[in-house]
């Protein structure tokens, strides 16, 4: 057998090590030998292996000789068949455990395997049972969770055939199973084009939860792989984005199936995600079956149920469920909204979404939420139309499509910012969700429209507004407006024939007041940012946005993003987070990185920020090399020199990281207009 050691890792030296350490080493080897169990034959050849490279590396002649040989190439330690057990033993010993279970494990297979009941059977399977434990140890400190995962079983595999080590059997079988979570994320956080392992992740996840008796744990779950409640919801809430809507509703309702509640109100909100992002209102429908049914205490569906209703067109359906809600502070702010009702139910349906429904989905973007959208598409509007054949709603969809246009929930926003004393007591909704999930909102981007609508001339056009949604209440109108669609099309284009006019004359007129995101983004860029300071001011780093010229890039928009608008995309990244985590502002995080990523910064920040604590943050990039593009989605391998550290408020250094060259995978994703950091991962 060919060991791949050589004496110098064997006996646990430096290759630089003189003969006096040498010495030194191999009487504390002697010494200390390990005590799980191994026979005495097998110490016995241990103890001499270490003494032959002892001889050679304490002899000048023989070690120079050997030295020589390995610069040639020379490399493995060659064992005779008696000394091949001591030889893995030593291997394991010197922390290369993977190749130490490889070997151990083949030489049990037959024909080679040794004879049942011998000591040298009994030592390999040993050495098998540790060299497997320590690997898949190894494996996980590199978060290969997986790897380390199907290790475990291999060894678990092999006990089981041998028959032997029932404790060490035990061992490796609770690794396993305090291993899964780890193992699900590990599957499920792969590349889609991975399928296979993440069709597997999904199969542990599924058994996961049917085991502990659903979502909610009702069968002693804390001693299913070592999570009690709250760890497995801090779990779950990581597993969630990297399943799409279509994914989480499956599993949801086979779980609601088998009597979890909770999973029903997920599977509820992840058809509304995927009805309303891929314009299905079908499945709104189907939604509305599982929202009836939830039987959880203090749970009111009667708001989101009317949301339904709403997005189906049946406006008087929607109101009459918020009326017959059992918040009281919720009929009131419905009572005292400043507009139609109309506009409340539409501004309370806007936020639901976007705050409850639309989050925590691989293949949903957290966008602004548009019911215009929404009711112009054709699925929506044959569905409407269906419906409308089985009995009259409460609103025609152009009528619905004009009034949403007019945005109250910027009027609300505005109002608010105004006169805060006039804001309704209650805040808009969140649900369920909503400590968990957070959008930050940016006071620049609606400055514009508070400009706009301080506007006289657009106080005049909002007041035409009104006057038209109080004609179109009218019976006989909506019966006109609802038989003859043309003027419905005709309607609509002059509300925003409108709208359109009197921005640009509000452009031409004041262009100070319009700032809006790509305006405010350069002028971000444009200020003067040559050198940032690092720990306490001693090394200037020129801003790389200066020396590429690249000023006028953030937010991304070319179709076609060339390497150097990719790199600097990263860099702007990089920037952005370390002025945050360093107690900084950085306005142009936000443009760079989607909204989970950005608040994943914000809330590392309150954290550090609670402890007393910052962060100072050096990463350059060495290397980026493009590995996957396409209309979407741009993948690139990115090689960054990276150095880090936890500063106290008085100034002491916690603690430092300094990795020359840390390999990092970024994952870039296109919306409609933009690019934006989607995600990484690290150690890639």
Sequence with gaps: ?????????????????????????????????????????????????????ADLLSNPAERQSYELALIEGSSGLELSSNREVAGLLLLWESNASLQAFKLAKKALQPPQAPALGSGRESDLTLIAALSCRDASIEEQNHRRYASGADLLQEGIQLLQRMGKLVEERKTLESDLETLLPYRILDLLSREREDEQSHQEGLMLLEDFVNKRGGLEGKRNSEKIAGLNQNDFELFFLQIRKFLTAKEQSKIYLNWYRRGSEDAGFLAAFALIASGFSYRKPELLQEARKYLRNININGFDPMPLIGCLDLLLGDVKQAEARFRSSSDEKLKDWLDNYPGETLGALCDYCRHWLKKDVLVGFSDVEIQPVNLDDWFASPEVQNYVEQLEAKGA??????????????????????????NPEEQADLPMPGGAMDEIFKEKSFKSKFQSREAFFRSDLVKKIISKYYSTVELFKKSDFKSFILKRPIYTSSLAFIGLFIIGTSLGILTQRKPSENNDINNITKSELAKPKDTKTKDNGSNEIVNSKEE???????????????????????????????????????????????????????????????????QIIDANINSINIVQRSDKRIAADVELNYKDKMISSSGEILSETVIPALKVKYIIGRNKKNWLLVDYISGN
């Design 1 to 53: 057998m060919e060991l791949p050691i050589d004496h110098f890792r064997l006996l646990g030296v430096s290759p630089s090590a003189n003969a006096e350490e040498v010495l030194r080493a191999f009487q504390l080897r002697l010494d200390r030998p390990p005590k799980q169990g191994f026979t005495y034959e097998v110490l016995a050849q241990r103890s001499e292996l270490l003494r032959l490279s």
């Design 393 to 418: 709603l409460g609103i025609a969809k152009a009528g619905f499509s004009f009034l949403s246009s007019l945005g109250p929930e910027q009027q609300i926003e505005n109002n608010s910012a105004k």
């Design 548 to 614: 590429l010229g690249l000023n006028k890039l953030i937010p991304l928009a070319s179709e076609q993003p060339s390497k150097q608008e990719i790199k600097f995309l990263i860099e702007s990244w990089l920037s952005g987070k370390a002025d945050i985590l360093n107690g900084s502002e950085n306005q142009l995080l936000s443009y760079v990185a989607r909204a989970s990523l950005f608040n994943r910064v914000v809330e590392q920040r309150k954290k550090d920020k609670l402890l007393g604590q910052k």
